[in-house]
Each structure stands twice: as C-alpha cells, then as structure tokens.
C-alpha cells in the first residue's frame, strides 16, 4: 500500500499521547475519589462494576482516529481489474510432428480446436494474432479484434517440416509491440506458444528469443503437446513409408516461459488442453493497478464512530 499525501501519517504519534493522557486522567479521578471516600465502601453503593468494559469504546474511538488518520493520507492499493487492452499473439506448431495421432485427433487438431475455444474467453476489446511456425515462423492472422478471422486462420492450419521455435517467439513478442492504443500507448502484450517442443531450425536460438522477449517485457506461455507414444509416418523415395517416434521436449519450453515470466503447462489430451487455455483466459484478462482506498478508510472509521457512541451510550447509561 502507498500514501499520496504520507505527511498526514505523522498525525499517528496523537494517538498514543492521547492513550497516555487517558491513563493520567483516569488516575487523578481515582485519587480525586478517595479524598472523598473509602473506595472499599465502593461495592456497597455500586451493584456492577463496568469493569474492563468501559475501556471498549476508548478502544474502538482510537481504531477510528486511526482509520481516519490513514484515510486522510489518501491510500492506494494494489487490486486485479480487467483490461481494457492487450494483445495475445497465439503461436502454434505445425511442424511435421504435431500430426501424431497421440493426443486424438491429432495434435495439430486438438491445438486448433482448443485455441478456438480460448478466443472465446478473451475480452472482445483485446487483439488477437496467430503465428504459425514450421522450418520458419509466419503471420497466419495480424492482431486483429475480429474473431472470425482468427478462427479461419487457425482452421486453416496445415502441418509442414521444421520446428522454428526462436523464431516464432520474437515474431510474435514483435508483433504485439509494434501496436499502440489512441493515447500511443504499447498496450500488454503476451505470447502463448503451443508446440511438442523440439526445436528444429530456425535464424533464432529460443534462448536468444527468450532473452529478447524478457527484454520486451512480453511473457510467454508455453504448452507441450504430445505423449512419449507419438509417433508420424514419412515416405521414402521409392513408396516405402516410415514410421518416426516423436515423443514431447518439453525442456525448451519450460525454458522459455520461465525466462520471459510466463508459465509452463504439461497437456497430453484435448481435454486438458482447453482447461489451459481456460485458464490463461483469465490470468491474461487481468492486470494489477493502484487505486485510492480513501472512501473505504473513512466509512470504516464513520462506523466505528457510531459503534463507539452506541456502546458508550447503552453499556454506561445513568438511571435517572
């Protein structure tokens, strides 16, 4: 929490010299009483004593000059609040081996049926690109707020050689750059790239990439698709046909997101697949932004006000 006006804190120091005075004056009253009488006769003319009750509404008085105090200082605090803008950059493998079969009905498939679904998720004010990246990374949709465009280029999809990892992730963090909002702002872009993770080809290392990213301050979120069961067919001069295991490397991946600020997921169904992009849904529609708290420090201490007045007025009441 931070203080726009902090100066007004140094009114904090009253409160324990009021505390002190308090006890000084409630000293005296004692002295003051027995010059007049014997406090042991106190009980005989007094049939309750409030006893540690009284100190209740000094209590809740001095909790309300805090508050008030602190309220004055005009705080603000940190708080989640939806974004207005950003931009998501989906890159998506297409490489060779996201036509396995392991994850039904295929990977490149089931990464095309759940980055429909996560689309849906994302605020209509948000931009959305799509990269697709094989031997080399290219811009399949620009950022864009039509969904409809996204959908086709990502149905549009096709599997071909190479895995150029690196190079999809400066693409896309570049592409996201490059936008400004009306007021020439870079709005908050991140990057979620969906591969089986061996990187093969490409101008860029991911670690370069991921360095370049991190100083862009672009996350990017990584998904690994596939199981150790992967495996793709190729021909061979001649007609024969082979049979090529491709199990998932992660390793790259989790590199890359924890190097940029992202954060890695392990997906080995469809299934599992969507609950990610759900759930980056909603981590990329939220942002952290201070706000002043003023109003809730001076209600708080205009209760407990009243809280104080009333148990001051109905616990201490004098019979008449």
Do not use: C
Not at 170 to 187: C, E, F, I, M, Y
Not at 218 to 230: E, F, I, Q, W
Not at 272 to 286: N, Q, V
């Amino acid at each position: 929490m931070s203080f726009q006006s902090p100066l007004a804190l140094v009114a904090l120091v009253l409160i324990p010299v009021l505390v002190v005075l308090y006890v000084v004056h409630r000293r005296r009253q004692t002295t003051y009483a027995a010059r007049w009488g014997s406090p042991s006769l106190l009980p005989n003319a007094v049939d309750r004593a409030p006893g540690r009750l009284r100190y209740l509404p000094l209590v809740i008085l001095l909790v309300a000059l805090t508050t008030l105090v602190v309220g004055v200082a005009r705080p603000h605090a940190t708080v989640s609040v939806k974004r207005e803008e950003a931009t998501v950059l989906l890159a998506i493998d297409v490489s060779r081996s996201m036509g396995a079969t392991d994850v039904r009905p295929s990977r490149l498939a089931a990464a095309q049926i759940a980055a429909s679904k996560f689309i849906e998720k994302i605020p209509d004010e948000f931009r959305i690109g799509l990269v697709a990246f094989g031997s080399s990374a290219t811009v399949a949709v620009a950022p864009t707020t039509d969904r409809e465009l996204v959908r086709a280029g990502i149905s549009a999809l096709k599997t071909g050689e190479g895995t150029a990892i690196g190079d999809a992730v400066v693409l896309s963090a570049a592409l996201g750059r490059r936008l400004k909002t009306r007021d020439g702002v870079v709005p908050p872009t991140s990057v979620l790239l969906i591969s089986d993770g061996a990187p093969d080809g490409g101008r860029t290392s991911p670690r370069a990439a991921a360095q370049r990213a991190r100083r862009q301050h672009v996350p990017v979120y990584t998904v690994a698709l596939g199981t150790r069961d992967g495996v793709v067919e190729h021909t061979l001069p001649g007609g024969f046909r082979e049979q090529i295991r491709v199990p998932p490397a992660p390793a790259t991946l989790q590199m890359i997101s924890r190097m940029t600020g992202g954060k890695f997921f392990r997906a080995l169904d469809s299934d599992r697949l969507s609950e990610i992009y759900e759930d980056l849904g909603s981590r990329l529609g939220k942002k952290k932004e201070s706000r002043e708290v003023t109003d809730v420090f001076a209600g708080g201490s205009a209760l407990l006000l009243v809280v104080g007045g009333a148990l001051s007025a109905f616990l201490f009441r004098r019979v008449p």
